[in-house]
């Protein structure tokens, strides 16, 4: 089982920039899918980004692309979120999650491991 640890989330202004980061433990981080999900209160959790093991395929939900950025660095076992023109919507937990795959994991059904989540907070 691998360990998922978030960090980098925070209170931010409408317009700002937050960067999350998400470090696992275990020697097999680079060989598999991982994603970002977000759950706003009373709301189920849902996919925000996805990346497969190389870090050549991403995908996006629709509400985040053009925005937010995901990528991978498999030597520091670390993936990120790059978060941009923050939206009062965006405020949620955000969790990062491996895949039981190499491909991009979009469906948290195929998650094979959760971080604890970090908050994002956006103020308008």
């Known amino acids: 089982q691998v360990q998922l640890v978030e960090s980098g989330g925070g209170l931010q202004q409408t317009g700002g920039s937050l960067r999350l980061s998400c470090v696992a433990s275990g020697r097999t981080f680079s060989s598999y899918g991982m994603g970002w999900f977000r759950q706003a209160p009373g709301k189920d959790r849902d996919f925000v980004a996805g990346?497969?093991?190389?870090?050549?395929?991403?995908e996006y939900a629709d509400s985040v692309k053009g925005r937010f950025t995901i990528s991978r660095d498999n030597i520091k076992n670390t993936m990120y979120l790059q978060m941009n023109s923050l939206k009062p919507e965006d405020t949620a937990i955000y969790y990062c999650?491996?895949?039981?795959?190499?491909?991009?994991?979009?469906?948290?059904?195929?998650?094979?491991?959760w971080g604890q989540g970090t908050q994002v907070t956006v103020s308008s």
């Open positions: 990346i497969n093991w190389s870090g050549s395929i991403t």
């Open positions: 999650a491996k895949g039981r795959f190499a491909g991009v994991l979009r469906q948290k059904i195929l998650a094979a491991d």
